[in-house]
């Protein structure tokens, strides 16, 4: 994909085809059901959250598959996970094969444990 500067989420998810763009607004959708103070803003050019003004999720579109990036907290707490999926994942991203179904329970666990992290970082805000 060409470098680009997005203005907002939509207009990110509108480049993809039509089925990567349904993955892409379900796992938007999935993110913001598990706190209504998520917030969504364009970071290192890829969709990102935050949640009471600390970075929490990004995700990103490629060929085959969908990034999807909780930071190494985030990826170190649910290994056993992606290795029983059979998902390929690094210190600080997972993909999430396109020719899947998204793993919404999952990817819900890791907002609330991401939410969990912040908040217990931040018990004043």
Not at 56 to 67: D, P, Q, R, T
Not at 92 to 109: H, K, R, S
């Amino acid at each position: 994909m060409m470098k680009n500067t997005f203005k907002n989420i939509d207009e990110y998810i509108m480049l993809f085809l039509e089925e990567v763009q349904e993955k892409l607004l379900q796992l938007r959708q999935t993110i913001h059901s598990q706190h209504p103070d998520i917030e969504e803003y364009i970071g290192y050019q890829m969709p990102a959250f935050r949640y009471k003004g600390k970075p929490l999720v990004y995700f990103a579109g490629y060929k085959k598959h969908i990034g999807f990036y909780p930071a190494s907290d985030g990826i170190k707490n649910f290994e056993k996970d992606f290795i029983e999926r059979n998902y390929k994942f690094s210190k600080g991203a997972v993909q999430l094969p396109l020719d899947e179904e998204l793993p919404v329970e999952l990817i819900n666990t890791i907002i609330r444990f991401k939410i969990s992290e912040i908040d217990q970082k931040n018990p004043e805000i």
